[in-house]
């Protein structure tokens, strides 16, 4: 295939990713971004975060977490690349792995449509490799016509503060695509901190509890609003962009009852 010439090779904020031979040495700092490299480039992998839960069983020495990498440790490692997230992870600590020598690559991510292509140019033209073929089949997927019927539903994040999932973000994006409206679609924050009280007050049909990054569950959640309806899911249903985005929509279409 031919790697990119260095100097044309940029991630998705912009910056420059000198590569200047063959990626043999991966750490990923972004949980949904290892379980795409562990599905597709595994024998690339020699780091990831405390949060890396998928695949199952993987073996690999641990960095702490997304917002707090072990710089010194993953400087120690020599990788090649350090995949991160604009989100996820630290412009900081981006930084800091930059000024050590360390070629990193930052995605950034708020739609469906950027986590294809920001896939695509991740195999393809860093790692000089072919598309995944879980890729082709996500997008093929998410690609059929939104259902006619619509839902509007509330995501929350987190408690004590609540917080919610506002716009534009990947999430919100997902949803839209399913036929469900995010009651928080309108305001300035990406993720509006509220009260119980304002989420019903904006009229949900159904409130969505994932299980991460806070942990909701039947004992902890659904009784803040009153016997409104709510639904207990997979955070990562949500909120994660690799191959769970396969079986994502027939989960998530499940739940909303669409």
Known sequence: MGAMPAAQLLDDLGAPVPVSGPIRRVISLV??????????????????????THPAGLDLPRLRG????????????????????????????????RAAGVTVWVSRIETLDEAFGSLARLFTQVLDGPEPDWLARARAIWAAPEPLRRRRVAVAIWRDPWMVVGTPTFTADLLARLG????????????????????????????????????????????????????????????WYGPSLVAARAELAAVLGL
């Open 31 to 52: 949980p949904s971004l290892t379980e795409s490299m562990a599905t597709s480039r595994p024998e690339l992998l020699v780091g990831c975060t405390d949060w890396c």
């Open 66 to 97: 997304t917002k707090n990498p072990d710089l010194a440790r993953i400087i120690d490692l020599r990788p090649d690349l350090v995949i991160c997230n604009q989100e996820e992870n630290r412009q900081l600590d981006v930084q800091r792995l």
């Open 180 to 239: 469900a409206d995010n009651a928080f679609a309108t305001g300035p924050d990406r993720y509006p901190t509220v009260t119980p009280a304002e989420i019903l007050a904006a009229e949900p049909e159904l409130i969505l509890l994932p299980d991460e990054p806070y942990r909701f569950s039947a004992e902890d959640g659904p009784e803040a609003f009153d016997g409104h309806p709510t639904a207990l899911l997979s955070g990562r249903l949500l909120t």
